[in-house]
């Protein structure tokens, strides 16, 4: 992690009226991190982000960038500069007004500033279009243009609320990786929210998993992905299977949950005691269909399979009417019976979770 | 020829070059439906019978009437289409140097109450501007949608008082031992009381207040269409509130400040009531003496020559304006 602190939440709690946004949270965000927030709408993310932008004071606690209080500070006045869902480009300015906008304000010379406006039109390769309105730009254009926009103010941290979400899925994928790129070249914090885990993971370094307004868990992307601490993280993050019941014994590292499709036994990372409600966690690429010595099996039938090209989904049906979802690789489907044929899953305790049942979680 | 017949020619002019543009404006080879095809034959007629009657009766043919009456003599009507009823220049004359005959000295009454008018209107539209954009910025960005159904009502009713009973209101409002003087005097503002009608004071808050709708309704119109982020966005660039409203808001809402603009001024520049009760002794609004040749005088074709300047002076500066800023006559209307 980063060596110094660029933005920090110190007890910050939101409040619109009776609602809370955002319950008191705690946070620190390194320089130099891209941070991203990951939640369902309505769970607070962006509020957060407004509130370190400055669109939205805290009702109670501090926020911190680079230091320094930033209550009472608006919003122009911040080392922050933010990219909105919809961009909101200026559409009677042309492409290199938007992007020098922040320096026009800031009063810097005309001829500094075109200098500087044809540099960070260089960088996100754009130069050629300097003189055209924004409106003859194409979405992934636009895109550039507003991150350049942004980044003219050399913000310390550099906020993004959504901003692929308008585009098609080949285009959010290119954006991802050019996004990255310019974060590590420009090595500002970058501040990504979002509510699609592919984005957070891929592009991360730290993850804060939201849900209804508290941050769930904080990680990196391998972490909170294979060690949820919740169960909105588990199911939140990437697809899982379910399995409720309650804790029969706990021996070691491991718990065995007694399920109504018996006892299953995964990794008891919040220490559970026996006797507590709890939620096993597995995700569908860890369900095997052969069975080795310890392993935890569930029987059943196949009654659904999706080939999809490099992977194929499967869904089995236990007797009690569970659907337990597995993901196959092509080189394993030569041992598939046929659907409605009876089979059996398995998986080792060590890739299952067992977390305390929530009254939340989804 | 009389003034009938040239009424009837000029109209039947307008409309031949009107449906000549139209032919023109038409793209070769283009096949669309035909209007009488989309809207049924009954429908069609009776579109086409309304604006044609709005248009040719009540707008242009009133209007080639005054314009042709006012290159006539006053004469007695059984003298009209005579011998002595000659096209003329003897009403602008008239306006120009106050004599039908003598060009040695300047109309200097008429002509400073004629400029005084429009250049006191072009002040006032400023000044309403300035008054109506915060409210339109607020109604428009601003407010919730309960507050602003409270501000639109608020504005909305003061306009169900009829003009001259307004401009009377603020004659009592404003006269020398009127509302206001005691007011001032009774707060020990003021000992000997201040003459607001005769510093034209109360012309020029009735008129701004009469126009206030007239400039607010297309300001809103145009702020509110503008996304919120983008002023969110200014703001994020660091931008002051004033750089925000002059360079982001304005730019986007420049088609309904012009279009509020330009009507403020042409109906504060053609008020006739208001100047009436409220203009004081020293200021001779332009329209009073166009009502005069006519009322007074009765000299309607005088009356028509200066009316007709008027409207002439009002839209070559509005076509000014516009040239000025870029605009087109389109984009105001949208």
């Avoid at chain 1, 320094?68 to 009677?92: E, H, W, Y």
């Avoid at chain 1, 995964?266 to 569908?284: D, K, M, W, Y």
């Avoid at chain 2, 250049?119 to 601003?142: D, E, H, K, R, W």
Wanted: proline fraction near 5%.
């Amino acid at each position: 992690m980063a060596l110094t602190t660029a933005v920090e939440f110190e007890r910050v709690r939101v409040d619109f009226g009776p609602f809370t946004a955002v319950h008191e949270t705690d946070l620190e965000i390194g320089s130099g991190e891209f941070f991203s927030f990951l939640g369902p709408s309505g769970c607070g993310k962006t509020t957060l982000l407004r509130a370190i932008s400055g669109f939205v004071e805290p009702s109670s606690g501090r926020i911190r960038i680079g230091g320094a209080d930033m209550a009472g500070v608006g919003p122009n006045k911040r080392p922050t500069a933010l990219i909105f869902q919809n961009l909101a480009l200026f559409p009677m300015m042309s492409v290199a007004e938007n992007v020098g906008y922040g320096l026009r304000v800031r009063g810097v010379a005309r001829g500094v500033r075109q200098e500087k406006v044809g540099r960070l039109l260089d960088q996100v390769a754009l130069s050629q279009h300097a003189d055209k309105k924004v409106s003859e730009l194409s979405g992934g254009q636009r895109q550039r243009v507003a991150i350049a926009r942004a980044l003219a103010v050399e913000p310390k941290v550099l906020l993004l609320d959504e901003p692929l979400s308008a585009l098609d899925l080949k285009l959010r994928q290119h954006m991802r990786r050019e996004l990255r790129e310019i974060q590590q070249r420009v090595g500002i914090t970058f501040i990504y929210i979002t509510h699609d885990q592919g984005e957070a993971l891929t592009m991360s370094d730290r993850i804060a998993v939201m849900n209804a307004g508290r941050i769930e868990q904080v990680g990196d992307g391998r972490t909170i992905y294979a060690h949820p601490q919740t169960p909105f993280v588990a199911s939140f993050v990437g697809e899982t299977n379910a399995i409720h019941g309650r804790v029969a014994s706990v021996s070691g590292e491991l718990a065995t949950v007694d399920t109504p499709l018996g006892p299953l036994t995964g990794r008891n990372i919040r220490h559970l005691s026996p006797g507590a409600t709890a939620t096993l966690f597995v995700r569908p690429e860890l369900v095997r269909l052969s069975a080795a010595e310890g392993d935890c099996s569930i029987h059943g039938t196949l009654s659904e399979m999706a080939f999809e090209g490099s992977m194929t989904h499967l869904t089995l049906r236990t007797p009690t009417d569970t659907r337990i979802a597995a993901m196959l690789v092509a080189a394993d489907l030569s041992r598939l019976p046929g659907e409605g044929a009876p089979l059996t899953a398995s998986f080792t305790p060590a890739s299952a979770v067992v977390l305390p049942e929530a009254a939340q979680a989804a | 020829m009389s003034n009938i017949e040239v009424t009837f020619v000029s109209t039947a002019l307008l409309l031949t070059a009107f449906l000549l543009t139209v032919r023109f404006d038409r793209r070769p080879g283009e096949k669309r439906l035909g209007f009488f095809r989309r809207n049924g034959l009954v429908v069609g007629l009776y579109l086409i019978l309304c604006v044609a009657f709005w248009c040719i009766v009540t707008f242009v043919m009133p209007m080639v009437y005054m314009v042709d009456l006012s290159f006539h003599p006053k004469l007695p009507p059984s003298m009209a289409g005579g011998p002595e009823d000659v096209f003329t220049l003897v009403n602008y004359r008239m306006l120009l140097f106050g004599s039908p005959t003598s060009t040695d000295e300047w109309n200097w009454l008429h002509l400073r109450s004629f400029f005084g008018t429009i250049g006191i209107s072009i002040a006032l539209t400023f000044f309403n501007f300035a008054v109506s954009y915060p409210i339109a910025y607020y109604m428009a960005q601003s407010a919730s949608v309960s507050r602003l159904r409270v501000i639109v009502l608020l504005l909305i009713i003061p306009y169900w008082v009829n003009d001259i009973l307004r401009a009377f209101a603020f004659r009592i409002l404003l006269s020398y031992s009127g509302f206001m003087n005691s007011l001032l005097i009774w707060l020990g503002i003021t000992d000997t009381p201040v003459d607001f009608i005769g510093a034209n004071v109360a012309l020029y808050l009735a008129l701004v207040y009469s126009n206030l709708l007239i400039m607010i309704f297309p300001l809103y119109n145009a702020i509110e269409a503008q996304d919120h982020n983008q002023i969110e966005a200014a703001r994020d660039l660091g931008a002051s509130w004033w750089h925000i409203h002059l360079f982001v808001v304005m730019p986007h809402a420049k088609p309904g400040i012009a279009s509020g603009m330009t009507l403020s001024f042409m109906l504060m520049a053609g008020a006739i009531a208001t100047p009436l009760v409220l203009a004081g002794p020293h200021s001779l609004w332009f329209t009073p003496i166009i009502y005069d040749r006519f009322y007074q005088l009765f000299d309607w074709p005088q009356g028509a020559a200066y009316a007709i300047a008027l409207l002439l002076a009002c839209i070559l500066f509005v076509l000014g304006v516009m040239k000025i800023t870029g605009l087109k006559l389109g984009e105001i209307t949208k």
